[in-house]
């Protein structure tokens, strides 16, 4: 059993995977598509995904703004958390705060050394670990203080 976490983007879709006994959320790849409209081919290699890792919960990151409000990006990612389940009907899908973990992302990119290059191919993926990290470390605590 293991959980997909996802970084929705207008034009990316960065996806991180969690190991087999959900401690730890590995970065797995960044999912391109033409435009943000362009949607099928994405579905599709999630579905790929879901099926290989034998996936039983998406951890999808929902885009607050800081001051707890929703953002311009949350009725998007609705959608697709909409289009996912309708594909998806055996994967629980969980929405994840997904504040400051681009930033986050690209701090511990650079801090790694990583070229500007390099940040613009892997930031997505990375933020999606951090989604998917955080969400595992909240079920532990959850887990630890019997809450």
Known sequence: MRYLGLDYGSR???VAISDPFLMTALGLETIRRPEEGAIKKSVARLGEIIEEYGVMKIVLGY??????????RCAK???????????????EIILQDERLTTVTAKRDLVSAGATARKLG???????????LQCYLEKLRTVDINGR
Request: negative net charge; charged residues 30%; proline residues 3%.
């Open 12 to 14: 990316t879709i960065g």
């Open 77 to 91: 990612t609705l959608g697709f958390k909409d289009r996912l389940a309708r594909n998806f009907k055996r994967v």
């Open 63 to 72: 885009p607050l703004n800081l001051d707890n409000t929703e953002s311009e």
């Open 121 to 131: 191919e892997v930031v997505d993926t990375a933020a999606a670990g951090i989604i």
